[in-house]
């Protein structure tokens, strides 16, 4: 472990951390390539002079520029980001659909055709006969909710 100690080994990690960079990016390993350097000039100044303390110092360094970084990139640097809708039922309602099989009256369920596909449908409480065009209000379990386009 004494190699641990060494100013040229700590050197050495510096520039492969840094190279390896090029090849698999995301800044990490920069980091860990400008902690490594950070821990050189500790183990040159006789600052770091046992290997924990040495290992335990860039493992706080390394630690240390990767949340700094992190925080500065994400400030400055804010990608193009947009959330969408997340709840797609949204989508749905006030869209027309065309009415496959007779809906209604009271609680009985029919069909309807929405988004190349055939759903359940439960009315209003109205009749509508297959071939007409209806709304759907809402969705209820699997079932859409609809009402007879007026």
């Known amino acids: 472990m004494e190699y641990i100690l060494y100013f040229e080994t700590w050197i050495v990690l510096a520039i492969l951390f840094s190279c390896l960079e090029i090849f698999i990016p995301g800044g990490i390993l920069l980091n860990l390539g400008i902690a490594s350097l950070l821990v050189a000039i500790g183990v040159q100044q006789h600052i770091l002079d046992t ?12 630690s240390l520029l990767l949340f700094v970084l992190y925080f500065f990139t994400e400030r400055f640097f804010k990608g193009d980001q947009t959330i969408g ?52 209000i809402c969705k209820d379990n699997i079932s859409l909710v609809v009402e007879p386009v007026k």
Do not use: M
């Open 51 to 62: 290997w924990a303390l040495t290992l335990t110092a860039w493992f706080i360094c390394a």
């Open 85 to 136: 809708n997340v709840y797609e039922e949204l989508d749905i309602y006030g869209k027309k659909v065309v009415v496959t099989e007779d809906i209604g009256p009271g609680t009985h369920a029919g069909r309807v055709s929405f988004q190349g596909t055939s759903w359940a449908a439960l009315g209003d409480g109205s009749q509508i006969p297959a071939g007409c065009e209806a709304i759907i």
